[in-house]
């Protein structure tokens, strides 16, 4: 159903913490102008968990509005509270998302009946496409791949962002699922070689920085053209890691900033990037020929 670079938005804020809605619209449109193929609105890059829930519906709202059908919006609902997360996932189709992301429910460690109890309420309270997220470096919980292939046979739940950075297990899920669920990296590290092993896409980061390489890279691995994404993505490097020196979104919010692209400012208990990293994003920047 997606396919490609789908950027996982950042939400500019003012110094306030306040939603900056004039940046929001000029990156909205940098992204289609540069080819993006689809925009993920308040996922977590985009500080899902200390924006409210009306806060959250509202930037949803807006990027649907600024997208105009030109580009696929999917919109992070996900929330450590079933409830929540039917509301936000409600929302959203209200609002005219073309589908949702649902991250596992973070901190209070589902167990794998939970996270598919969980999952299957929410798909089947609102009738939206949906698409799981597996973060456990984040969430402190595994979604394992029995869990996924039994949320797989759930009609609305169409993939699943894979972000353990295990090709094995995104090949696993593959496998498992067949095409009953579409699989797209959630780890810019190793995108192109699951999209050369049948991923369709990536959940990217870095596409925040570099949309248009992003875009070429993950069409060119979708082809099957490894010597032409390798080429594109070895320029990538330096901002597939380097963008998380301190944790996500930090790093790439304050590169935006730099770029005099969005003002500084984020939420508590997420600070601005230190002084001491700020030549280290500049040059991984540079290197990827922004």
């Known amino acids: 159903?997606?396919?490609?670079?789908?950027?996982?938005?950042?939400?500019?804020?003012?110094?306030?913490?306040?939603?900056?809605?004039?940046s929001l619209k000029k990156l909205v449109e940098i992204h289609i102008e540069n080819g993006t193929d689809a925009i993920v609105a308040m996922g977590t890059t985009g500080e899902s968990a200390t924006l409210n829930e009306k806060e959250h519906c509202r930037v949803i709202k807006q990027v649907v509005d600024i997208a105009g059908n030109r580009i696929p919006v999917i919109a992070g609902t996900g929330a450590n509270s079933t409830t929540e997360a039917i509301e936000l996932t409600q929302c959203?189709?209200?609002?005219?998302?073309?589908?949702?992301?649902?991250?596992?429910?973070?901190?209070?460690?589902?167990?794998?009946?939970?996270?598919?109890?969980?999952?299957?309420?929410?798909a089947e309270s609102v009738a939206i496409p949906q698409i799981l997220y597996n973060v456990p470096?984040?969430?402190?919980?595994?979604?394992?791949?029995?869990?996924?292939?039994?949320?797989?046979s759930i009609a609305n739940i169409i993939g699943?962002?894979?972000?353990?950075?295990?090709l094995q297990r995104g090949k696993q899920i593959?496998?498992?699922c067949g095409d009953k669920l579409d699989v797209y990296s959630g780890d810019d590290a190793t995108a192109m070689e699951l999209i050369l092993l049948g991923a369709r896409g990536d959940i990217s980061v870095t596409a925040n920085i570099a949309p248009k390489a992003?875009?070429?890279?993950?069409t060119a691995a979708l082809n099957g053209d490894r010597e032409t994404a390798g080429s594109i993505n070895k320029h990538l490097l330096a901002l597939h890691s380097k963008l998380?020196?301190?944790?996500?979104?930090?790093?790439?919010?304050?590169?935006?900033?730099?770029?005099?692209?969005?003002?500084?400012?984020?939420?508590?208990?997420?600070?601005?990037?230190?002084?001491?990293?700020h030549d280290v994003i500049r040059d991984a920047i540079k290197q990827a020929g922004v």
């Not at 699943?160 to 295990?166: V, Y």
């Not at 992003?214 to 993950?218: A, F, G, P, Q």
């Not at 998380?244 to 939420?267: C, H, Q, T």
């Open 137 to 152: 470096g984040r969430t402190a919980v595994d979604m394992l791949p029995e869990t996924v292939a039994r949320l797989a």
């Open 92 to 122: 959203a189709m209200e609002a005219g998302a073309d589908a949702c992301l649902l991250v596992t429910p973070y901190y209070n460690k589902p167990t794998q009946e939970g996270l598919y109890q969980h999952f299957k309420k929410v």
């Open 214 to 218: 992003m875009h070429e890279m993950c």
């Open 160 to 166: 699943i962002k894979e972000a353990t950075g295990d």
């Open 1 to 22: 159903m997606f396919s490609g670079s789908m950027v996982a938005l950042v939400t500019p804020m003012h110094a306030d913490g306040s939603v900056d809605q004039e």
């Open 244 to 277: 998380f020196v301190e944790s996500n979104p930090i790093p790439v919010k304050w590169a935006l900033y730099d770029m005099d692209l969005i003002p500084e400012g984020i939420r508590l208990p997420l600070t601005p990037l230190d002084h001491q990293y």
């Open 174 to 176: 593959m496998d498992e």
